[in-house]
């Protein structure tokens, strides 16, 4: 019987590896942030390393991305990265959501929560995990951004849209 389950489970894990999902490396950037935004070389070299793999349309990835299950969870993780947060799509949003998202990069690394403790886990992209002063970098930028905008905006046009279905939102 044993034989029998570690014979399916080779099997399951053999035919897998045939399952491909589709790579993040059209690296369109468009409507990137840096189309609009200044990004010094300081920060670009911050979110190269701590943010640009999940957070853009060029993922680099690594070679255990070919191994699956791990490429799908990858896949999944690129994917609800870009949905939270894409600096390759930045400037398609309305300002309000832009200016929103630039508020969340602030709440984010302030709270460590930012790049996800599984990305730098067990020593993976050690490169990753943001010094106290790499912190301060993203987040001065992030509110000088935040500055520019509320400088040149009305008001009204930061105002985040409501939800539907959310009253009183």
Known sequence: MFKKILFVLGAILVIIQFIRPERNTSNDNTYAISTKYPVPAEVESIM???CNDCHTNKT???WYANIQPVGLFLANHVNDGKRHLNLSEFTKMKIAIQN???????ETVDEGEMPLPSYTYLGLHPEAKLSEVQKTVLINWARAQMDSIKANYPADSLVMPKRPGRPGK
């Not at 929103?100 to 602030?106: A, Y």
């Open 60 to 62: 680099e990835y690594p």
């Open 100 to 106: 929103h998202k630039l508020e969340e990069v602030i």
């Open 48 to 50: 190269k390393v701590a």
